[in-house]
């Protein structure tokens, strides 16, 4: 998952956090309402599906704290189990890496959720300056960042537990399937995929790109950045014509193929998931 390398644009960051402000507070509907109908719980008794985990110590307990106290990562299994049937458990496992790399685990069949990815997170939102973070955005950046994380890792269990069949680097599909499961949300999660891209071209200005990173399996981060923001403009061009030109995040050219992309990582993931969803994403 780790946000390394690329080029990005500190302006989408302002304008994922705006976003945010308005988005995530007024939004939460489709997705919310399924969650809340059929909340799940996080323990021992459920035998399939995603689940949360805490395994973490008192050094830790910054970032325990802000996850548990908004129920980021439980949401984002709700989310999860409401929209795909999984007979696996499939935990996401709250613990200190050493370092800030969440990642699916094959070998034990966990997400392994870095505590250390949680105050990177935070760390990078509060140092990207008071003018880039409206009042009552940080918060909502992140959380919306931190659930990004949670389905892109979720998409890798599903790939791999699921003996999922796809074409192209797994690594785009899974960011593929996080988009859809943000946009899905409606405004709040277009909001939160804007977030993501933020996030992304921020992580893109922290490092120069050098060699090793063009051998990587995950696309640059600047790339990563612009496809979040082409997958939110081509599912609802009409909302986010501020997207495209100058100024915005989506070249004109790209902005053309931008729907038939949304459409595409859809219904890719529609098409590997028959038989497995709940409803339609």
């Known amino acids: ?27 939460e509907d489709t997705a ?5 109908a ?15 985990q805490y ?4 050094k830790a307990a910054r970032a325990t704290d802000y996850l548990r106290s908004r129920r980021i990562l439980e949401k984002a299994a709700d989310r999860l189990n409401d929209t795909v049937k999984v ?23 966990a997400v392994d959720f870095c505590v250390e990815h949680v105050d990177e997170i935070r760390d990078r939102v509060a140092h990207a300056g008071r003018a880039a973070v409206p009042r ?4 909502a950046h992140v959380a919306a960042v931190l659930e990004e994380t949670a389905y892109h890792e979720g998409a890798h269990a599903l790939i791999d537990r699921l003996k999922l069949h796809f074409t192209g ?3 785009d599909v899974a960011d593929q399937f996080a988009a ?14 804007l977030a993501a891209a933020a996030d992304y071209a921020l992580s893109a200005e922290e490092s120069p790109i050098d060699e090793t990173d063009l051998l990587d399996e995950h696309s640059l981060d600047g790339q990563r950045a612009a496809n979040y923001a082409c997958y939110v403009y081509g599912a609802h061009p009409a909302r986010h014509e501020g997207l495209v030109g100058d100024g915005g995040q989506v070249t004109e050219d790209r902005a053309e193929s931008c729907p038939e992309e949304w459409t595409q990582a859809r219904n890719g993931w529609q098409q590997l998931l028959v038989g497995r969803l709940k409803h339609h994403v």
């Open 1 to 27: 998952m780790g946000r390394r390398t690329g080029n990005g644009t500190r302006a989408l960051l302002t304008l994922a956090l705006a976003a945010a402000v308005t988005g995530c507070t007024a939004g």
């Open 32 to 36: 919310d309402a399924r969650g809340t």
């Open 38 to 52: 059929a909340r799940r719980t996080h323990g021992k008794d459920s035998a399939g599906g995603f689940a949360v």
């Open 55 to 58: 395994r973490t110590g008192d």
């Open 87 to 109: 007979p696996h458990r499939i935990p996401f496992v709250v613990r200190s890496c050493g370092a800030p790399e969440p990642a699916y685990d094959p070998d034990t069949g």
């Open 136 to 139: 009552g955005g940080a918060d």
């Open 169 to 171: 680097r797994e690594e």
């Open 180 to 193: 859809v499961m943000l946009i899905d949300q409606g405004g709040a999660g277009d909001a939160k995929a």
